[in-house]
């Protein structure tokens, strides 16, 4: 039997600040609400005591974001699959974001191990007036400890209902996918990046993000194998390749603060506990 985990978070504006109410179950925590820009921003903290995920276990986060309300999620350390001897892994986020609130979905990358048989589903529901920043990063091994994934299953999902839909199942032995120049032509992280709307966004505001995030890819060393797209009216994406985790989450990064301050004009801030 593995662990179940679930965490419910419940974010209301109240006035000039944004509150969370939270309640869990197993492993799963959240730390103290901070506010290092402004009471309206709730930044938190998710954190996964155990450390590793492993087959059997489920995490499961739910949350849900009242009009006005401005949240800002992120964790402390990677989220680490590991070798499985049959049973899958499942990991699973569904925010429903109301109007006129945002939300900032800024995990630390999810590291597959050799052998792992995992999953990770993302659902966010906008209302109209709602949006939300987000990113997922999958790091296949530990290619710094020559730890090849090699064998092993990995399912991704990332859904905005009637908007926009991605998924991917990655196999360790499934080469083609793996070392193809089509596909993640032997890299070993890659990385999607959204900022989302709840309707549709105006061309001459989607038009500066995209112009702002490839002036920031063509300045990067990752330029070759990152690209920025708009599949919808509603959602601008970013998607990266890299051989490692660390550079692509410096131009993730980049790509927030740029994402931050034409959107929403609020100035970068970001958590504390990234820097630790």
């Known amino acids: 039997m593995g662990w179940l985990g679930r965490l419910d978070l419940h974010y209301r504006r109240e006035g000039e600040r944004t509150r969370l109410h939270d309640r869990h179950r197993g492993p799963l925590r959240v730390l103290q609400s901070l506010y290092p820009e402004a009471p309206a921003v709730c930044h938190n903290v998710l954190v996964h005591p155990p450390g590793g995920i492993v087959g059997g276990d ?81 790091a296949l091994g530990l290619p710094a400890s020559g730890e090849a994934f090699d064998h092993g299953r990995f399912v991704q999902h990332i859904e905005l209902p009637g908007t926009w839909l991605e998924r991917g199942i990655v196999d360790g032995a499934d080469t083609r996918l793996l070392r193809s120049p089509l596909g993640w032509a032997a890299h070993a992280v890659s990385g999607t990046m959204w900022l989302a709307a709840g309707v549709a966004l105006d061309a001459p505001r989607r038009e500066a993000l995209l112009d702002g995030t490839r002036e920031l890819v063509a300045a990067d060393p990752l330029a070759r194998t990152a690209g920025a797209t708009a599949p919808s009216e509603r959602v601008v994406v970013l998607r990266v390749l890299a051989p490692r985790v660390e550079p692509m989450m410096k131009l993730m990064v980049a790509v927030w603060k740029r994402w931050r301050q034409t959107a929403w004009q609020l100035a970068p801030c970001a958590p504390r506990i990234w820097s630790s």
């Open 58 to 138: 489920v995490l499961e986060i739910a949350a849900e974001l009242e009009d006005g309300a401005h949240a800002l999620l992120t964790t402390p350390g990677a989220a680490r699959f590991y070798r499985s001897a049959g049973d899958e892994a499942r990991q699973s986020a569904i925010a429903r974001v109301g109007a006129g609130a945002r939300l900032e979905w800024l995990p630390l990358e999810t590291i597959c191990h050799r052998g792992a048989r995992g999953s990770n589903h993302l659902r966010f529901e906008l209302a109209p007036g709602a949006e939300m920043i987000g990113w997922d990063l999958l």
